[in-house]
């Protein structure tokens, strides 16, 4: 018989992020970026105005040649350098750096403007120091900025009234150059405040990506997606281990033809929901696995992406269900043997009484003098097999009246020891049979009834040395479940204490499996097949679950009962 597990669909559509959406999230105020455009216009300014200067190398002052020449040098060692500290070694921007980039930029513009001015025509290229100023608001706190505004607006005075002297004009120029400093940098901060909250946006949008990047691959759920061909375009780490397959090798790869080898009924689930666009469906089918082949439960989803080159995507979310299964098969089964319990009960009562005036009767009759050789010989078999019927009603009554009579702590660990205890000096046992008993040594408390407990497991125990061939062995294994061992669905509040009975026997017929725990179903020849009946129907009395796990190596009983609550204060 197979283990299952079982986990409830749920409905989520799963799409990949666009790289479309994701360019709208970079963050435009990015300073290395605003670091490259400033060598560039630096070395262009420079460029430019050394190359007007050689056009007029003989008309021009020399000391203006001289200033245009020395300018280019400066910005060519001075940028080079800078690409070096920021692009090849990868050096953080520190606010000592981009003080030293603006004020050279600063003596760059200067220099220009000190090239180009004139008495009669003034600064024609003042405007240069509003591209500083802005470039100082976006890189710099506020108050650099207007550090270097400020800077920026002495430098240009100096050198306004070396070339023209102080007028009326030069004053109004410095208040005009002021002022739309002063706006400038108000303006940058402005930009720069809304670059900051894009940037808090993005790492807000971040964190949220890597949490549900983190829910989903933590997720028990397979989840994936294909799109309108069949293409895979996501798939989370649980859907890999259900399928027993790499699916994120398989990413960008067609995937329905891939699936169908493992399961069909989800093949076909894609296939559905792609060509008939269905919103939502569900669906049960297998997942044949070379190691195991399991039940599961499939909801699909149908939607239009968010990028239009996805177009209709669909999901899948499926669960291993066989848990569920094998739960609804044991409550099916309880109900079933509830009902034939309270039948026999009744049909038992009845039977007992006649037979056992049956039998005195026959008894009485061979015992007469008058009575033949032949009289007596079948009498004596009536007896016998009336004795037989007895025995086999009382044991029946015994299934039907599986009660547990009394609560009280019981220590598991001592049932199995008495139970193995019993069943290696048993009869039945073959010599050559192994028993082994390995008991965690941890407090293993339930509350139930103690002998009926002890019947239950000396029945598993006993069954599993019955069906054993020589020299092979039994285990018995008691301890603390552990999370795998516990089925989905089944309460239990305070842990579970598990019993398992291992034998390496020829494994239960598959004809038999389905109505192992019934009446009178039984593999031995002479067997009553009541002993699983009565001990199934003991582990329910105490609120507990039986489970079996078969193959051609052997069979594995594993019983589950609810552990007894600690006492406040008490370690487990």
Not at 271 to 281: K, L, P, Y
Request: charged share 20%; hydrophobic share 45%; aromatic share 6%.
């Amino acid at each position: 018989m197979r283990v299952t597990r079982f986990a409830m669909p749920l409905e989520v559509a799963v799409r990949p992020s666009s790289p479309q959406v994701d360019n709208l999230y970079l963050v435009v105020l990015d300073p290395r970026r605003l670091i490259r455009w400033m060598y560039i216009g630096r070395l262009s300014i420079a460029s430019s105005i050394f190359i007007a200067a050689s056009f007029n190398w003989f008309q021009a002052e020399a000391s203006r040649t001289f200033v245009a020449t020395w300018t280019l040098v400066g910005a060519i060692f001075f940028t080079a350098a800078s690409f070096l500290w920021t692009e090849v070694n990868r050096k953080p921007l520190t606010k000592g750096f981009l003080y030293g980039q603006l004020i050279f930029d600063l003596l760059v513009v200067t220099a220009v403007v000190h090239v180009t001015s004139s008495a009669n025509t003034g600064a024609q290229f003042a405007a240069l120091y509003i591209l500083v100023n802005a470039a100082a608001a976006l890189m710099l706190p506020i108050g650099g900025a207007l550090l270097i505004a400020a800077l920026g607006l002495v430098i240009y005075a100096f050198d306004a009234i070396i070339i023209s002297g102080f007028s009326n004009a030069t004053s109004l120029q410095l208040s005009v150059f002021s002022v739309v400093a002063l706006s400038t940098v108000y303006i940058s901060a402005r930009l720069q405040q809304a670059g900051q909250g894009r940037e808090q946006l993005v790492a807000e949008l971040t964190r949220v990506r890597l949490r549900e990047k983190d829910i989903l691959a933590n997720i028990k759920s397979g989840i994936m997606t294909v799109d309108d061909t069949g293409t895979l375009l996501f798939a989370n780490p649980s859907a890999s281990e259900l399928l027993g397959i790499d699916l994120e090798s398989l990413i960008g790869s067609p995937i329905v033809s891939v699936v169908r080898a493992v399961s069909p009924v989800l093949a076909d689930s894609f296939d559905h929901a792609v060509r008939d666009h269905m919103n939502s469906s569900r669906a049960e089918g297998e997942i044949s696995r070379p190691d195991r082949t399991f039940s599961f439960g499939v909801t699909t989803t149908s939607a239009v992406g968010v990028d239009a080159n996805i177009g209709l995507s669909t999901t899948a979310i499926f669960q291993d269900i066989s848990d569920q299964k094998r739960l609804e098969q044991l409550k099916l089964r309880a109900h079933r043997l509830e009902a034939v319990a309270e039948l026999s009960a009744s049909l038992a009562h009845e039977i007992k009484n006649p037979l056992a005036s049956i039998r005195s009767a026959v008894e009485q009759l061979s015992a007469r003098p008058v009575a033949t050789n032949d009289e007596r010989t079948l009498g004596n078999l009536i007896v016998r097999e009336s004795d037989r019927l007895s025995r086999l009603l009382s044991e029946f009554l015994d299934f039907a009246r599986v009660r547990v009579t009394r609560r009280e702590p019981v220590d598991v660990a001592a049932v199995v020891r008495g139970a193995a205890a019993l069943v290696g000096e048993h009869p039945a046992r073959i010599d050559s049979v192994k028993l082994e008993v390995d008991v965690q040594p941890v407090p293993l408390m339930v509350f139930g009834d103690d002998d009926l407990l002890h019947r239950a497991v000396f029945n598993l125990a006993l069954n599993a040395v019955q069906v054993s061939r020589p020299n092979e062995c039994v285990r018995l294994v008691a301890g603390i479940a552990t999370p795998d061992q516990l089925p989905r669905g089944m309460p239990f509040p305070h842990g579970a204490v598990a019993v398992q009975v291992i034998d390496e026997g020829p494994g239960i017929p598959v004809q038999v499996q389905d109505r192992l725990f019934e009446p009178f179903t039984t593999t031995k020849t002479g067997g009553s097949g009541l002993g699983l009946a009565i001990a199934h129907r003991a582990i329910e009395a105490h609120r507990g679950v039986m489970l079996v796990d078969t193959n051609e190596r052997g069979t594995r009983f594993t019983v589950l009962l609810p552990r007894a609550e600690p006492l406040d204060g008490a370690t487990t």
